[in-house]
């Protein structure tokens, strides 16, 4: 079995012919895996994926999403979750199960406009995604500075165990808030918010590329190659 | 065409007129691509997969897929009106149609995919440049696709079999076949004939779509490559793990 990493393909590229199993975005066509999306193929083992570089988000159960409250119904938040689907969040994840449109304000909680940071509970084809924010960490955002990013860059912005993220948060002293849907939420000293962006951008323009865990220490003013890629720790988590 | 066998703009029969792509050009589309082929210049872009508006029209256990084919007032040489015309009406159709095999469209239930195609200067075989652009543009949105889609159109000119019209060509020729096909899988999306060929004319006709079809998807294929992976270079696999994985 050959092992593939990182191979350029774009849909209906054959990434590799035999026994393979197809994974995430990859179609089996005959003895033939073929690519679905642009991105990067990888063979581990018998596994054949495709890393997608480009596409929306489709709402994943787990997820840890920003949203944004749309409208507030009778019993529950709609929040656009920077998707095709508008994800709900029902008056009882909130309140508890004595949850009643008539004894409870639903406003009190959230309003139309207000961030949060929420859990997609539940979603498949048939109903738009559920919403929750039990979780730690989760619930309302009461400030920050938004940027959106394309959500299949995602990962790389966070990196293994969170390395990438961690990384910026400590040496820029900000809380970071980052939905899986592309949204990121900032917060903290502006000269922290200024630098984070400019990181934040780098990934994304070159969330492909190989040296980057370098580039953005070489951006945050530590020097690169001081541990690379090892979950937190180390020489460079301090400024 | 001349004793030569050379046609008016100085091609002979088999040749393509020069073709340019480039993906990613629109800031504000999901996914976009311009194509210039010949003195063809058109844009197509890709919003969504969306929330489909009106509601009612929303399929449960698929994404509407809704093309617009469309010529700038100020792409042909007489002031076009905007209104969609009953010709772009049909474009649009067989556009749609043309694309929808490549798609996964059963992946986005209950959303749609719209596909914008602008024609800002226009020339012959514009709907195939049309498709070949949509497909770029498509890929480039994200959405899963089988394979891409390539069109090339062939006609008929003083009797000869001859690739990819020009304007002229299209309009003074007595005959003209746009033909789009999936590549890869070797499929046909459109295939149309306006004008009177033979059995042995269309059989030809059919095989020179095919081997000029193939040239333009090389063309294509680099456009999306160059989009995605210049100035990369050749990558080395050491951070394959760290890529992805979250914790």
């Known amino acids: 079995m050959v092992e593939i990493t990182r191979k350029q393909v774009i849909p209906g590229d054959v990434i590799v012919t035999g026994d393979y199993r197809p994974g995430m975005y990859v179609q089996r066509r005959g003895n033939d895996m073929v690519a679905l999306r642009v991105g990067l193929a990888e063979i581990i083992r018998n596994d054949v994926k495709v890393i997608p570089l480009s596409g929306a988000y489709i709402p994943k159960v787990e997820d840890q999403v920003v949203g944004k409250v749309v409208n507030v119904t009778g019993y529950g938040w709609e929040a656009d979750i920077n998707s095709c689907f508008v994800g709900y969040l029902p008056g009882q994840f909130v309140f508890g199960r004595d949850f009643s449109p008539a004894t409870h304000d639903l406003t009190t909680r959230f309003t139309v406009g207000d961030l949060m940071l929420a859990k997609i509970e539940a979603f498949d084809r048939t109903r738009d995604p559920q919403l929750s924010i039990r979780g730690p960490d989760l619930g309302k955002i009461p400030q920050g500075e938004i940027i959106k990013i394309s959500p299949m860059k995602v990962p790389r912005l966070i990196g293994r165990k969170g390395y990438m993220i961690n990384m910026i948060a400590e040496l820029t002293a900000l809380q970071i808030k980052v939905g899986q849907n592309g949204v990121i939420v900032l917060d903290g000293p502006a000269e922290g918010i200024a630098k984070a962006v400019q990181v934040i951008q780098l990934i994304e323009q070159e969330a492909h590329m190989a040296d980057l865990t370098a580039k953005v220490q070489q951006l945050l003013g530590v020097q690169p190659g001081a541990a690379p890629a090892q979950p937190m720790g180390g020489e460079n988590t301090g400024e | ?247």
């Open chain 2, 1 to 247: 065409m001349d004793e030569n066998g050379i046609r008016t703009d100085g091609r002979r029969w088999d040749e393509l007129r020069p073709l340019k792509i480039e993906v990613g050009v629109l800031k504000n589309a999901d996914g976009s691509a311009k194509i210039e082929w010949g003195k063809n210049i058109i844009m197509a872009a890709v919003y969504g997969p969306k929330e489909m508006h009106p509601k009612h029209l929303e399929l449960a256990d698929r994404a509407v897929l809704k093309c617009r084919y469309h010529m700038a007032p100020f792409s042909v040489d007489e002031r076009k009106n905007p209104a969609p015309s009953r010709r772009e009406i049909e474009i649009s159709k067989v556009i749609r149609e043309a694309l929808q095999p490549a798609l996964f469209l059963e992946d986005y239930p209950r959303t749609a995919i719209q596909v914008y195609v602008e024609i800002l200067q226009s020339d012959g075989g514009s709907r195939v440049a049309g498709i070949t652009a949509a497909a770029l543009a498509l890929a480039d949105a994200g959405i899963n696709m089988r394979d891409l889609v390539v069109g090339c159109a062939v006609g008929k000119v003083d009797g000869k079999i001859v690739l990819d019209l020009n304007d002229t060509e299209d309009k003074e020729g007595s005959g003209d076949m746009p033909y789009a096909f999936m590549p890869n899988l070797n499929q046909v999306t459109l295939l149309q004939m306006d004008g009177l060929f033979t059995h042995d004319e269309f059989k030809q006709a059919l095989e020179l779509a095919k081997v000029g079809g193939m040239k333009v998807y090389k063309i294509q294929r680099e456009a999306l490559l160059q989009r995605y992976f210049s100035g990369g270079g050749p990558e080395t696999s050491t951070t394959t793990a760290e890529m992805m994985e979250e914790a």
